[in-house]
């Protein structure tokens, strides 16, 4: 089964700096969707990612899927208190099958 | 609007009783997902369906039952068997194939 990793577990940073958070699959990623989850709330999109190389940008934050299609990043510029949360990156199962598979999420903290 | 509802936002249940929480969309989806949030676990998959009066169980689908009468509902109800069923209960749903989730507010359990 497709597994995604995602590093770091967990971020501290102070406002207005700049952050990464990664996302490695053990196979080929056909979708690849980040996610932004407010503690104790339901998951927000916030972009899909299907081809190599492709690069998508909200607001702050900037997604890219590299051109082999294991490894998506997501990067936040000029980080403020209301990106704190956790996120997640998700992506469509390989083999045929939809259903998607979730990493651990990175829980990041802003402080101000 | 449309969108995905989970009711109760809380849910406090005694050790032994079934539980049944809500999940309800207006979206059209075909598909919708159960799955359950642990600290530190990320989202793990406890039963999906794709069509009404069909469902397939996911990973951790001991202790739980679902039904899917009509297509814009899909109630979880956590048993008795569930060894440890404190956790946050997300609710999501999404078009047929690859394609983004949407997911509810959340339901979180506490058994006692």
């Known amino acids: 089964s497709q597994e995604l990793e995602q590093s770091p577990q967990s971020l501290i940073v102070q406002e207005g700096k700049n952050l990464t958070i990664n996302c490695t699959s053990s196979?080929?990623?056909?979708?690849l969707y980040w996610y932004k989850q407010k503690y104790g709330e339901g998951l927000i999109f916030l972009m899909m990612l299907q081809k190599g190389g492709e690069e998508k940008s909200h607001e702050k934050i900037t997604a890219k899927l590299d051109e082999k299609k294991q490894q998506s990043s997501l990067h936040i510029t000029a980080s403020q208190p209301s990106h704190a949360g956790i996120y997640l990156c998700?992506?469509?199962?390989?083999?045929?099958?939809?259903?998607?598979?979730f990493g651990r999420g990175t829980s990041l903290i802003v402080h101000p | 609007d449309g969108g995905i509802t989970q009711s109760p936002k809380y849910l406090f249940r005694k050790e032994g009783q079934n539980v049944t929480l809500s999940c309800e969309q207006n979206?059209?989806?075909?598909?919708m997902y159960w799955y359950r949030q642990d600290p530190g676990q990320g989202l793990r998959l406890i039963y999906y369906s794709q069509i009404v009066n069909d469902f397939q169980k996911g990973d951790i689908a001991e202790g739980y039952s679902v039904s899917r009468e009509k297509k814009e509902s899909f109630p979880l109800t956590v048993t008795s068997a569930q060894k440890n069923p404190t956790a946050f209960y997300l609710c999501a749903s999404s078009p047929l194939g690859p394609d983004t989730q949407y997911f509810g507010p959340g339901t979180r359990l506490t058994v006692l």
């Open positions: 196979k080929t990623l056909y979708g």
């Open positions: 979206l059209n989806h075909d598909a």
């Open positions: 998700g992506a469509d199962g390989s083999g045929g099958s939809y259903i998607p598979t």
